[in-house]
């Protein structure tokens, strides 16, 4: 038996001559409701074993996990995907929806944003680049024309309504880490259903044994925490421009709350859109750091004076941290080209002079270009915009001020279940230096206060 928490070390090793497999089973006391992480490390140490952990009952039969009913059917078209891709082809998508469960052949993936015009695919949430998968599922390659399925989750024991599409069983199980952390070592959060002896099974998924398949199995108890990174140090800022501040949030053992990020002291002539918030499992955001047109050239110890922190409620606790500072940056020269976001239309305009749309609607604003020397052609990314809020009818070309002209109307569209909330969002040229707008306040409304006014 392992006692829990507990660390273990095993191996999958058989005599020369015997080609069988070796999975090793560690017996464990758990009760009903308690939460246990099992991972394992060993290619992260230099084994050679590619490790999958599985949860079984005493009998040696698997441990249910959830049901997983198919809604609608559909199948991979276009190309194969690999076991990384997140942007995928796949048929009837105009019939699904955002935050939705994909069910690929035994992986579990969700939709996040859809097809942005005729050559785009359906983006699904990644991590790192690499799609996310969820319920502990592993990422797989995928064939062309393989059948995928929008699934709902019930737990075991639901009365499933049968609907002529199939109902998965997902057991507690897991090949390679689904959140990509631990490359290709396992882990798995096992919740206990009853009071009872289970056991867990770890096993090498190619059932290889011999030399260097050694591995170390950890059952504990979770640590939600998060960390966060400024992937943007230092940058160059042109005076009455704007630069992307990004910042990437590490979620730790399952905690999904939201995170608000606040930048505080900033030099004389210097702003921040602040506080931004990383969403309720989403892992990044961005602000925008503005230099005023007549700013002063701040020196090294004004910079080593800005606070950034990162709040989160973990179990209750707030917890405050503090995430870094932005390193010395540089007052540059105007820039060729300065980027302006603003309402076009008073009925979209909210009390504070930003943006405000309805659940279920589509807004306009408009991107301003004041050119100073360049005259060619400027594409623009919109950060921040709450999920479920996209940029509208943007064709093959994108959100685009054509050469020489100075400014473009853009549509904003929230999907129905949009949630009220509040956001600093702003405009980014994708050429010059990436300058970027001042931000605007954009404001989810309750439905038909767009309407009242």
Not at 53 to 75: F, I, K, N, T
Not at 407 to 427: C, D, G, K, N
């Amino acid at each position: 038996p392992l006692a829990l928490p507990g660390i273990v070390k095993g191996e999958f090793k058989r005599p020369a001559n015997d080609k069988s497999s070796d999975p090793d089973f560690y017996r464990i006391a758990a009760k009903a409701g308690q939460v246990w992480i099992i991972e394992t490390n060993a290619g992260r140490s230099g084994s050679l074993a590619d490790t999958k952990v599985e949860v079984l009952h005493a009998d040696g039969q698997p441990v249910l996990r959830a049901l997983l009913q198919a809604v609608r059917d559909s199948w991979i078209n276009f190309r194969p995907i690999d076991s990384s891709s997140a942007d995928d082809r796949l048929e009837y998508w105009e019939e699904m929806d955002l935050n939705q469960f994909v069910y690929m052949q035994g992986e579990v993936c969700k939709t996040f944003r859809s097809p942005q015009g005729p050559d785009s695919g359906y983006q699904l949430y990644a991590l790192g680049g690499k799609r996310r998968d969820y319920f502990d599922t592993s990422a797989t390659a995928h064939a062309k024309e393989e059948p995928c399925y929008i699934v709902e989750a019930y737990p075991p024991g639901s009365k499933i309504v049968e609907n002529g599409l199939p109902v998965f069983p997902l057991y507690f199980s897991n090949d390679d880490d689904a959140e990509r952390k631990l490359d290709k070592d396992s882990r798995l959060t096992f919740t206990v259903p009853a009071d009872g002896t289970y056991l867990v099974k770890v096993s090498d998924v190619r059932g290889f044994t011999g030399d260097k398949q050694h591995y170390t199995l950890t059952v504990r108890p979770p640590l939600p925490d998060f960390g966060v990174t400024i992937n943007t140090m230092a940058p160059k800022v042109p005076a009455g421009s704007g630069q992307r501040l990004k910042f990437t949030l590490s979620r730790i053992d399952n905690f999904e709350g939201d995170v608000r990020i606040d930048i505080a002291g900033l030099p004389a002539g210097f702003s921040a859109s602040s506080p931004v918030v990383i969403a309720a499992g989403h892992v990044e955001t961005n602000s925008v750091l503005t230099a005023a047109k007549e700013a002063p050239e701040p020196k090294k110890e004004d910079w080593e004076r800005v606070a950034i922190l990162a709040t989160g409620l973990i179990d209750g606790r707030l917890v405050t941290k503090t995430i870094g500072s932005l390193g010395e940056i540089k007052l540059e020269k105007p820039s060729q080209i300065r980027v302006i976001m603003l309402p076009d239309n008073p009925k979209y305009t909210a009390a504070d002079g930003g943006l405000i749309i309805e659940p279920g609607t589509t807004i306009t604003a408009k991107i301003v270009v004041e050119r100073n020397g360049f005259d060619g052609d400027v594409k623009f990314d919109v950060d921040n915009l709450p999920h479920g809020v996209i940029v509208d009818n943007i064709g093959l070309s994108g959100v685009l001020v054509r050469a020489k002209e100075t400014e473009r109307q853009i549509f904003l569209t929230a999907r129905p279940w949009v949630s009220a909330t509040s956001r600093w969002i702003h405009a980014v040229a994708q050429v010059q230096g990436n300058q970027a707008s001042s931000e605007v306040r954009l404001h989810v409304s309750a439905t038909g206060e767009v309407a009242a006014k």
